[in-house]
T-cell receptor, first 113, second 115 residues
Framework: DAKTTQPTSMDCAEGRAANLPCNHSTISGNEYVYWYRQIHSQGPQYIIHGLKNNETNEMASLIITEDRKSSTLILPHATLRDTAVYYCIVRPRNTGTASKLTFGTGTRLQVTL | GAVVSQHPSWVICKSGTSVKIECRSLDFQATTMFWYRQFPKQSLMLMATSNEGSKATYEQGVEKDKFLINHASLTLSTLTVTSAHPEDSSFYIC???????????FGSGTRLTVV
């Protein structure tokens, strides 16, 4: 699976948009980009995933560059409850439910008043 | 939908005893489940892949005789930490995928403290 690189930590003011970058320069054409987050002492929570088109759901937006070598997770109006570690993960498509997820170090997002 | 329930949420045990952690998929069948371990301020590390009806696949460096995994049904996988020692104290998390190309769902984790 392709390796991902994320900043170690970021701060964001409450109410502002949080933009979390991820570099995955070795991604291959059959690999999805997934984003998860982990709030302290809880299991990871799925946020969003995409292949090459930008995606949006009720939680966030995912912007993937045209060359697919990087992506940005956008939380449009961050709240204190969005404080968590955010993980960007690359996983091959069509590998069934037996394909494991490998977590990197993630970005620790701190949302402040 | 797609909920994974993990039990217990926390456990304290004496050194040398064994502890069993359960992971259940509540509204879907999971032929494969995954067990992770997370130490403080570190990322999740995959320990093993649990396969229904067959032996688990362990990641390099994980002692299979110490971390026993049983996946006897399509909705239940268990992790037993045998002869636990203080260095086994950690946050253990299970997960399963409910769709071929969709996300994975995770249990809420079990915090194990060995004293």
């Amino acid at each position: 699976d392709a390796k991902t690189t994320q900043p170690t930590s970021m701060d964001c003011a409450e109410g502002r948009a949080a933009n979390l970058p991820c570099n995955h320069s070795t991604i291959s054409g059959n690999e999805y980009v997934y984003w998860y987050r982990q709030i302290h002492s809880q299991g990871p929570q799925y946020i969003i995933h995409g292949l090459k088109n930008n995606e949006t759901n009720e939680m966030a937006s995912l912007i993937i560059t045209e060359d697919r070598k990087s992506s940005t997770l956008i939380l449009p109006h961050a709240t204190l409850r969005d404080t968590a570690v955010y993980y960007c993960i690359v996983r091959p498509r069509n590998t069934g439910t037996a394909s494991k997820l490998t977590f990197g170090t993630g970005t620790r997002l701190q949302v402040t008043l | 939908g797609a909920v994974v329930s993990q039990h217990p949420s926390w456990v304290i045990c004496k050194s040398g005893t064994s502890v069993k952690i359960e992971c259940r998929s509540l509204d879907f069948q999971a032929t494969t489940m995954f067990w992770y371990r997370q130490f403080p301020k570190q990322s999740l590390m995959l320990m093993a892949t649990s396969n229904e009806g067959s032996k688990a696949t362990y990641e390099q460096g994980v002692e299979k005789d110490k971390f026993l995994i049983n996946h006897a049904s399509l909705t239940l996988s268990t992790l037993t930490v045998t002869s636990a020692h203080p260095e086994d104290s950690s946050f253990y998390i299970c997960s399963a995928s409910y769709s071929t190309n969709y996300g994975y769902t995770f249990g809420s984790g079990t915090r194990l403290t060995v004293v």
